[in-house]
C-alpha cells in the first residue's frame, strides 16, 4: 500500500525504502492495478518496478497476481527461470517466480490473506501451501497473513515451513526498530515463511525503520529476511 501515514500516495517514497535495504526480491501487498484511491488510472505494480529500477541502477523483473484489482506483486533484480501465479478463494491470490541462486533454483512467492471475515482466512492458507507444495524445495514465502503468531490460522502456514522472524530470534540475529518485531501497530502480521528443510540457511531477519521525517511511508513495516543458498 502506498498510502503513507500522512495520507498521501506515495509511491516514490515506497521505491526509495525499497531500494535503501538492497533486496535481491521484493514482495509487495495491496497493489492496485488501475483501481483504488493511489492507482485508478494506472498499474501501481509497475510504476513500483520502474521506480525501484530507477534508484538500483539495475533491471528489476515483475510478477503479479491481480484478482480484483488490488493484488500482490513479486520484484526481483534476478531474471526469473518462470514466473506464475494463482487465484485463491474470496477475492485473493499468490505470485510465484522461481529463481537461479548460485546455480540451485529458489522458489518465492507473494501472497495476502483475508483480515476481516476470519473463516476464510484458514481457507485461503491452506490453499496457499496446497499449491505451494507443487513447486520443487528452497521455498520462501512472504506476506501479510494478517494472523497473530500461535493462532490456528498461523500453525496452518507455521507447521511446514518455519516462521523466519522466530528462527531468527532463536539465533539471536532478529532486530527490530520498535524491539519487538510488530509489523501493524503492536502485531506481527507480515511474515517470511521458508521450508524447513532445504537448501537455505537463514542469516538474519529484521525490521527496519523506514519512516521519513517521522512519517511512515505505508501502514505496515517491512521484513527484511537474509538467506544463503546452497
Known sequence: KTKGGDGACNPDRIASGIA???PDVVSLNEVNFYSGDCAW???MGERLRSLVQSRTGVTWYKQHVNPNGVGNVLL????????????LSYGRGVAQMTLSINGQYVNVFSTHVEYYTAWWRPIQIREVVNWMSGFGPRRIVMGDFNTWPNTSDYWIVASPYQDSWMTAQSLGTATSYNGTGATHGTSRLDYVFHERTSGLTLRSVRVPDTRVSGVTSSDHDPVVAVYSVQ
Open 76 to 87: 526481483s533484480r534476478h531474471r526469473p527461470v518462470s514466473s506464475t501465479s494463482t487465484n
Open 20 to 22: 535503501a535495504q538492497n
Open 41 to 43: 488510472n494506472f498499474d
